[in-house]
């Protein structure tokens, strides 16, 4: 076969200097024809389009014809023709087809129309197909989107540890790092696990959540964002719960709850914006496929301001509701959690809009939130979304060392691996305030994806680590 440099996909479509000498590589989506001529729908992943390949069957032997099935790679070679079908710009006419990959009857994603939940037991090929070809191109722009806000607006990137000795959240929801032999744990005078000889010299887990580190960030360069893996040993099988997953946390010196609620709408919709603008064949694909109000919704969140209102108010709404007849599973009353199906009252019965809640008890929040003057209530805020629930969740920072302390104290905090975190309110303190956004979520609200499991690439949920 003639040695030609690969054009892909997305660039072959653009091209329109007919007769050229093409070559492409890529993955046969389909095969058609007759007796006479083949078209074969070629993808290469860098575009949901595929590019048509017309084959003259007196060109090519049965042989590697016979090898074009659904699945197998191919390289071809031919010339760049105007397509006079609808739909398509630009197509090859082939002169040389090489088949790199066959590809045998028993490729799970042979057949169209299989259930997420099939995809989900093969997420090693389930990339290969339109809907998660679209998913993860979104969830890469999305990526670059958050950067390139933050990079814009003055705030640096910040690598926090993954491996870590604190429980930033205090759920105690950790997945333990250690080297110690399992079957053979040495153990204190008093019965404990001694992890003096382990490797690190104490207990260590995988973060959840790079936000202390993050506040000694802030509090030095004034601005910073993480972007990272965390991880939550929380036992809670959800369409919105991963035990692997994204967060992105920006933590900002001086600013205080209205200023992190402005940050996190501006945010939220700059990057909804982005992939109104930059994945646009791939939105299209999935508001046709899997969520025709999906175009609509991502525009109505850029157009409208969110509902700012306190946890309290939110409660009495949804008391009122309850008193009007609406039914809930889990009880609503003061000092409760909300549970998603609370928050999506609020936010698509009620308010129709993108709501933030503020003023949470401080029995159902973190340690490290700012007290009201109330003494009940903390300076909390969460964003919740249409089909999600919370989105982001985030608050203002008790920055009085006294109050912390008489926080982590109540709350039985271990001390001894706090100090650090501790020295930022001992040395030329000040407010700040940060928020975390679930990557997943985003991507779950971008794309009409109605599982988590289905938005990033390989999940990781209880009784689930495959691949
Ligand atoms: O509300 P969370 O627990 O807040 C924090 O971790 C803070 N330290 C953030 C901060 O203030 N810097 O988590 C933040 C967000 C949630 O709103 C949700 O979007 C997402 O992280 N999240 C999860 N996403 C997927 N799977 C899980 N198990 C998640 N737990 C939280
Ligand atoms: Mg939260």
Not at 140 to 156: L, Q, S, V
Not at 199 to 210: A, D
Not at 225 to 246: D, I, K, M, Q, V
Request: contains cysteine; negative net charge; glycine residues 8%.
């Amino acid at each position: 076969m003639q040695a030609i440099k690969r054009t892909k996909v997305i660039d072959v479509l653009r091209r329109t200097d007919y007769g050229a000498t093409v070559n492409v590589k890529g993955w046969v989506r389909t095969r058609r024809g007759s007796k006479s001529v083949n078209f074969i729908a070629l993808n290469d992943g860098s575009t949901i389009q595929n590019v048509q390949i017309v084959a003259d069957v007196e060109r090519f032997d049965e042989e590697t014809l016979k090898q074009i099935t659904t699945g197998a790679c191919l390289s071809v070679n031919g010339e760049l023709v105007k397509s006079p079908g609808a739909g398509q710009a630009s197509e090859i006419q082939a002169t040389e087809i090489e088949v790199l990959g066959t590809c045998g009857a028993d490729f799970p994603m042979q057949k169209k129309g299989q259930t997420f939940e099939f995809m989900r037991q093969n997420a090693h090929m389930r990339l290969r197909t339109n809907t998660f070809g679209a998913v993860f191109r979104i969830r890469h722009n999305m990526a670059i989107a958050i950067h390139k806000y933050f990079h814009e607006h003055g705030f640096f990137y910040f690598h926090t540890p993954i491996i870590t000795a604190s429980d930033c959240e205090g759920a105690g929801q950790m997945f333990q790092v250690t080297t110690k032999n399992l079957y053979d744990l040495r153990k204190t005078d008093d019965g404990k696990i001694d992890y003096s000889d382990d490797f690190f010299g104490k207990q260590t887990s995988l973060t959840v959540s790079g936000q202390l580190e993050g506040e000694l960030g802030a509090t030095a360069l004034g601005a910073i964002y993480t972007f990272g893996p965390t991880f939550r040993a929380e036992n809670s099988n959800t369409p919105r719960h991963l035990a692997e997953f994204w967060m992105i946390e920006p933590e900002v010196a001086f600013n205080d709850i209205t200023d992190n609620m402005d940050l996190a709408e501006d945010f939220i919709k700059y990057c909804v914006q982005w992939a109104l603008d930059n994945c646009q064949d791939d939105l299209a694909f999935l508001n046709k496929m899997v969520d025709h109000s999906l175009l609509e919704r991502l525009h109505f969140v850029v157009e409208h301001d969110f509902v700012r209102l306190t946890y309290t108010e939110g409660i009495r709404i949804l008391e009122e509701a309850v008193k009007g007849g609406r039914k809930f599973e889990f009880p609503i009353y003061w000092g409760a959690d909300l549970a998603s199906e609370h928050e999506r009252y609020l936010v698509e019965e009620h308010f129709k809009r993108p709501v933030i809640l503020t003023d949470y008890p401080k029995e159902i929040k973190a340690f490290y939130m700012k007290m009201n003057d109330d003494g009940k209530t903390v300076r909390a805020m969460d964003v919740l979304f249409p089909q999600i629930g919370e989105i982001i969740g985030g608050s203002e920072r008790e920055e009085n060392y006294d109050k912390l302390m008489t926080r982590i104290e109540e709350l039985h905090i271990p001390m001894k691996d706090m100090w650090w975190y501790l020295d930022t309110r001992r040395f030329g303190t000040c407010p700040h305030a940060g928020f975390g956004l679930g990557f997943e979520r985003l991507i779950l609200f971008v794309t009409g994806m109605q599982n988590i499991r289905d938005v990033i690439p390989f999940p990781r949920t209880p009784k689930s680590a495959e691949f």
